[in-house]
Protein backbone atom coordinates (compact mmCIF):
# COMPACT_ATOMS: atom_id res chain seq x y z
CA UNK A 1 0.00 0.00 0.00
CA UNK A 2 2.97 2.48 0.52
CA UNK A 3 4.64 1.29 -2.43
CA UNK A 4 1.22 2.51 -4.16
CA UNK A 5 0.93 5.85 -2.84
CA UNK A 6 4.94 6.83 -3.67
CA UNK A 7 3.95 5.97 -6.81
CA UNK A 8 1.24 8.18 -7.13
CA UNK A 9 2.79 10.78 -5.43
CA UNK A 10 6.09 10.75 -8.13
CA UNK A 11 3.64 10.77 -10.79
CA UNK A 12 1.59 13.76 -9.63
CA UNK A 13 4.87 15.53 -9.00
CA UNK A 14 6.36 14.82 -12.70
CA UNK A 15 3.14 16.51 -14.13
CA UNK A 16 3.41 19.39 -11.96
CA UNK A 17 6.79 20.17 -12.95
CA UNK A 18 5.49 19.58 -16.83
CA UNK A 19 3.06 22.06 -16.20
CA UNK A 20 4.15 25.78 -17.66
CA UNK A 21 2.87 28.41 -15.85
CA UNK A 22 2.70 30.57 -19.10
CA UNK A 23 0.31 29.78 -21.99
CA UNK A 24 -0.10 31.08 -25.90
CA UNK A 25 -2.56 30.96 -28.23
CA UNK A 26 -2.92 32.31 -31.56
CA UNK A 27 -6.26 33.07 -33.63
CA UNK A 28 -7.66 33.72 -36.73
CA UNK A 29 -10.87 34.16 -39.27
CA UNK A 30 -13.24 36.09 -40.89
CA UNK A 31 -14.53 39.34 -39.99
CA UNK A 32 -18.14 40.42 -41.17
CA UNK A 33 -18.95 43.82 -40.74
CA UNK A 34 -22.59 44.99 -39.96
CA UNK A 35 -24.98 47.98 -40.22
CA UNK A 36 -23.73 51.57 -41.63
CA UNK A 37 -20.02 50.03 -41.64
CA UNK A 38 -20.52 47.44 -43.96
CA UNK A 39 -22.25 49.49 -46.30
CA UNK A 40 -18.46 50.93 -47.08
CA UNK A 41 -16.44 47.95 -45.93
CA UNK A 42 -16.22 44.39 -47.44
CA UNK A 43 -15.79 41.67 -44.94
CA UNK A 44 -12.01 41.14 -44.50
CA UNK A 45 -9.93 39.15 -41.76
CA UNK A 46 -8.51 38.95 -38.20
CA UNK A 47 -5.63 37.72 -36.46
CA UNK A 48 -5.27 37.69 -32.94
CA UNK A 49 -2.45 36.41 -29.96
CA UNK A 50 -3.35 35.88 -25.81
CA UNK A 51 -0.76 35.58 -23.68
CA UNK A 52 -1.53 34.03 -19.82
CA UNK A 53 -0.10 33.52 -16.66
CA UNK A 54 -1.28 31.04 -14.16
CA UNK A 55 0.78 30.66 -11.29
CA UNK A 56 -0.09 27.26 -9.49
CA UNK A 57 -2.19 26.88 -6.12
CA UNK A 58 -3.28 30.51 -7.31
CA UNK A 59 -6.71 31.23 -7.98
CA UNK A 60 -6.18 34.59 -9.83
CA UNK A 61 -4.59 34.51 -13.35
CA UNK A 62 -4.17 37.09 -15.62
CA UNK A 63 -4.44 36.73 -19.79
CA UNK A 64 -3.44 39.80 -22.20
CA UNK A 65 -5.24 39.25 -25.84
CA UNK A 66 -4.71 41.51 -29.03
CA UNK A 67 -6.29 41.48 -32.08
CA UNK A 68 -6.05 42.74 -35.56
CA UNK A 69 -8.56 43.20 -38.21
CA UNK A 70 -8.45 44.68 -41.69
CA UNK A 71 -11.82 44.90 -43.92
CA UNK A 72 -11.16 46.50 -47.84
CA UNK A 73 -13.42 49.44 -48.63
CA UNK A 74 -15.90 48.61 -51.18
CA UNK A 75 -16.00 51.31 -54.44
CA UNK A 76 -20.13 51.98 -53.19
CA UNK A 77 -19.02 53.72 -49.79
CA UNK A 78 -15.64 53.79 -49.14
CA UNK A 79 -12.90 55.85 -50.82
CA UNK A 80 -14.89 56.80 -54.00
CA UNK A 81 -18.27 56.69 -51.96
CA UNK A 82 -18.16 60.61 -50.15
CA UNK A 83 -17.41 59.27 -46.86
CA UNK A 84 -16.94 62.43 -44.47
CA UNK A 85 -13.48 61.13 -43.50
CA UNK A 86 -11.42 59.26 -46.25
CA UNK A 87 -8.75 56.68 -45.66
CA UNK A 88 -5.48 57.04 -46.84
CA UNK A 89 -5.35 53.77 -47.82
CA UNK A 90 -7.64 51.33 -49.14
CA UNK A 91 -8.19 49.28 -45.84
CA UNK A 92 -10.17 49.89 -42.97
CA UNK A 93 -7.59 48.43 -39.99
CA UNK A 94 -9.16 47.80 -36.49
CA UNK A 95 -6.30 46.98 -33.64
CA UNK A 96 -7.50 45.55 -30.23
CA UNK A 97 -6.45 44.24 -26.97
CA UNK A 98 -7.98 43.56 -23.71
CA UNK A 99 -6.16 42.68 -20.32
CA UNK A 100 -8.13 39.79 -18.59
CA UNK A 101 -7.53 38.64 -14.51
CA UNK A 102 -9.62 35.14 -14.13
CA UNK A 103 -10.72 33.36 -10.72
CA UNK A 104 -10.43 29.97 -11.10
CA UNK A 105 -12.68 28.20 -8.38
CA UNK A 106 -13.67 24.56 -7.88
CA UNK A 107 -16.91 25.36 -9.67
CA UNK A 108 -18.20 24.16 -13.95
CA UNK A 109 -18.34 27.88 -14.41
CA UNK A 110 -14.76 30.64 -14.06
CA UNK A 111 -15.62 33.87 -14.47
CA UNK A 112 -12.87 36.39 -15.47
CA UNK A 113 -13.03 40.55 -15.49
CA UNK A 114 -11.69 42.11 -18.18
Do not use: K
Request: without cysteine.
Amino acid sequence: MAGIAALMLVASASTLEGQSPLSFSVSGGATVPSSGFADRVNAGYNVGASLGLHIPLFPVSFRADGMFNRLEYNDAGGLAGGAQYRAITEYAQIWSGTVNAVVSMSTLLSPYLI
